[in-house]
C-alpha cells in the first residue's frame, strides 16, 4: 500500500535557525508532491507542490523543497526559519490514480 | 473570492446516533474531497467527486458513510450510525482540477461521538 513517512513529529528550533523537514513516499510511479501547513486557528494551505520539471521547487514565504525520485524524498527546506513559521506542515502525494495520501504531520515551534 | 464553507463547526453526539457535515466548494471547482483527520494523523482521504460523480471512495467505510454532491455544487457527509472512534475532523476541500492542483480547505467539523 503506498505510504507518506515524515521522520520529525514535532521540531523546535530557535529564530534563525535553518530547517529541513523530512518526507518520504512508498509509490514506485509518477507522483505528485506537496507540502501543506496549517497555522494555528488557520485551515490548512498549500506551500508548495512539484508534479514536473525542475526537482528544486520553491514556495511561499521562502520555503523550498527537493524532489529525489531515487530516495523517494520531498524534503522540505527553510534556511532561516522566523516565529511565524511555527504551524503543522504535512506532506501529501498523489500517485496516477489521484488518490491523494497525507503524512502524519510535523508540529514545528520556533522559539523568539 | 469566498473559501471553502463548512458547517457545522463542532458537533457532539452519542453513538449510534446520526449526523450531516455541510461543504459549499469554491466557485468553478470541480473536485471535491472529504477527509477525516483524528487528532495526532494526517488528513485521510475518504471521498472524492469529481463534479457530481464519485472518482475514489476505497477509503470510505460505507456500511455507515454516505456522501453525495448533487448538481455538482455543495456536498453532504452522513455518518450513521456513528461510533466512539469516528470523533475527528472532517475536512472538506476543493480544487479546479484533480491531480496537480492545488487543495483549498475548509475550517473543518469537530465531531465528539460519547
Known amino acids: 500500500a503506498q505510504s507518506v513517512s515524515q521522520h520529525n513529529h514535532h521540531v523546535i528550533l530557535s529564530e534563525a535557525a535553518s530547517l529541513e523537514l523530512g518526507c518520504n513516499y512508498s509509490y514506485g510511479g509518477t507522483v505528485n508532491l506537496f507540502w501543506y501547513v496549517q497555522y494555528p486557528g488557520q485551515h490548512l494551505q498549500l506551500l508548495l507542490k512539484y508534479f514536473s520539471g525542475d526537482p528544486l521547487v520553491k514556495g511561499i514565504k521562502g520555503f523550498e523543497a527537493e524532489f529525489i525520485k531515487s530516495k523517494f524524498s520531498f524534503n522540505l527546506r527553510k534556511p532561516s526559519v522566523q516565529w511565524s513559521d511555527t504551524a503543522e506542515y504535512f506532506c501529501a502525494v498523489n500517485s496516477g490514480t489521484y488518490k491523494y495520501i497525507f503524512g502524519t504531520g510535523t508540529r514545528l515551534k520556533v522559539l523568539a | 473570492e469566498a473559501g471553502v464553507a463548512q458547517s457545522p463547526r463542532y458537533k457532539i453526539i452519542e453513538k449510534r446516533q446520526s449526523v450531516a457535515f455541510w461543504c459549499n466548494p469554491i466557485?468553478?471547482?470541480?473536485?471535491l474531497y472529504w477527509y477525516q483527520q483524528i487528532l495526532g494523523q494526517g488528513p485521510k482521504l475518504l471521498i472524492q467527486?469529481?463534479?457530481?460523480?464519485?472518482?475514489?471512495d476505497s477509503q470510505l467505510p460505507k456500511d455507515r458513510f454516505s456522501a453525495e454532491r448533487l448538481k455538482g455544487v455543495d456536498s453532504t457527509l452522513k455518518i450513521q450510525p456513528a461510533k466512539l472512534e469516528d470523533s475527528a475532523v472532517y475536512l472538506c476541500?476543493?480544487?479546479?482540477?484533480?491531480?496537480?492542483?492545488?487543495?483549498?480547505f475548509g475550517p473543518g467539523t469537530r465531531l465528539t461521538v460519547l
Open positions: 467527486f469529481q463534479n457530481n460523480g464519485v472518482v475514489d
Open positions: 476541500a476543493s480544487s479546479f482540477r484533480r491531480d496537480t492542483d492545488t487543495q483549498y
Open positions: 466557485s468553478g471547482h470541480a473536485t
